[in-house]
Every structure is written in structure tokens, then in C-alpha cells.
């Protein structure tokens, strides 16, 4: 698992430009942590999102640091040029990093639930998946075609950054998406 933390728009954008040139392989996390985003910087987010990145949002003060599975991490040189960073291999410094990281990642805020909610027909359409229609069925209950139900499902998709579309259930659930009795 790959975990960041970044308040400047460079280093999200770095590790988003890693998943994008795909750096990461498909088995590997990366979970990205960052304050809350000026406007310049949602476009970032939307791309990392949709490379697979979870995005949390948080309104703390963090330090920016990239942790690879708990063996390397990254971190600003704090010397004159604001883009050199300082590999670490030393575990207790990794170890503190990670459990400075993990506490604020638990109580942060998924991207996606600052990010636009479903409207009504897209909650319909997540109702639906819910309710384990096919796209047809779905089509049919809600009077659209098949191809207009598959394109809403792959914009939902994209927009919470889930690769299935069990990924995207439990994405709208934990977003609070979907009413309680649809994932009760």
C-alpha cells in the first residue's frame, strides 16, 4: 500500500502523474490525504480519483510525505528548492510517519463526498444496482435505453474512482449516497 500526504498542489499532482504513467501496479493501494483543495487543484483530484487513488479531504494542517508499503518513504528536503525530496529508509522514522498518516486518514473526509452528489435519476439508477437490476431492467423501470443507463453507471463509476461496479456500491454507500434501508 502506498499512502500520501500532500498540501501543495505539486506533490498531489506528482503522485497523481505516477498512477497516470502507471506507476502503480493494479494490486497496489494508494491512498492519497490532502487539505481541502482550492479550486486549481480539483482537477487533480478528479484525475486521481479516476486513476484509482482513494482521496480523503482534510481541513488539518498536514506534512507532505509519500509511504511505500511501510519500507520507503519521501518527504521534502525543506532546503531551497521546494521540489527535492529525501528518501527514508529508517523503519522508526517510516513507523512514525505511518502512524502520524493513519489516524488523520481514519478521520478525514472521502473526496467524494465533497465532490458533486447523485441526482435524482442517478440515485435512481444506484437504486436499481442496488436492487440487482441489469442495465436493461434498469432501462426499462426508469424509461431510458440500456446505452443511457451504462453511460450514467460508468460516470458514477468515474467519479467515485471505482473500477466495478460492486466498487461503486460500496463507494455510494460509504459516501451516504443511498438511502439507509437500500444497504441495510
Avoid at 124 to 138: F, N, P, Q, S, Y
Wanted: aromatic fraction near 6%.
Amino acid at each position: 500500500m502506498t499512502t500520501a500526504t500532500g498540501g501543495s498542489p505539486w506533490f498531489g499532482g506528482t503522485v497523481t502523474a505516477a498512477a497516470r504513467r502507471g506507476a502503480f501496479p493494479p494490486h497496489v493501494r494508494v491512498r492519497l490525504l490532502c487539505t481541502t483543495p482550492a479550486e486549481h487543484a480539483r482537477g487533480e483530484i478528479i484525475e486521481a480519483v479516476r486513476h484509482g487513488l482513494r482521496v480523503k479531504v482534510t481541513d488539518r494542517a498536514i506534512e507532505e510525505s509519500l509511504l511505500i508499503d511501510r519500507r520507503l518513504a519521501l518527504v521534502p528536503s525543506g532546503g531551497d528548492d521546494a521540489k527535492s525530496l529525501l528518501m527514508v529508509t529508517t523503519p522508526t522514522l517510516i513507523s512514525a510517519l505511518a502512524d502520524a498518516f493513519d489516524p488523520r486518514w481514519e478521520e478525514a473526509t472521502p473526496w467524494e463526498m465533497t465532490s458533486a452528489r447523485p441526482d435524482e435519476f442517478e440515485q435512481a439508477i444506484l437504486r436499481c444496482l442496488v436492487d440487482g437490476l441489469t442495465d436493461e431492467a434498469v432501462a426499462n423501470r426508469l424509461g431510458v435505453s440500456a446505452r443511457t443507463v451504462r453511460r450514467y453507471v460508468n460516470v458514477l463509476m468515474a467519479r467515485v474512482g471505482a473500477r466495478s461496479r460492486f466498487e461503486l456500491g460500496f463507494r455510494a454507500a460509504e459516501c451516504g449516497w443511498l438511502p439507509a434501508d437500500a444497504v441495510g
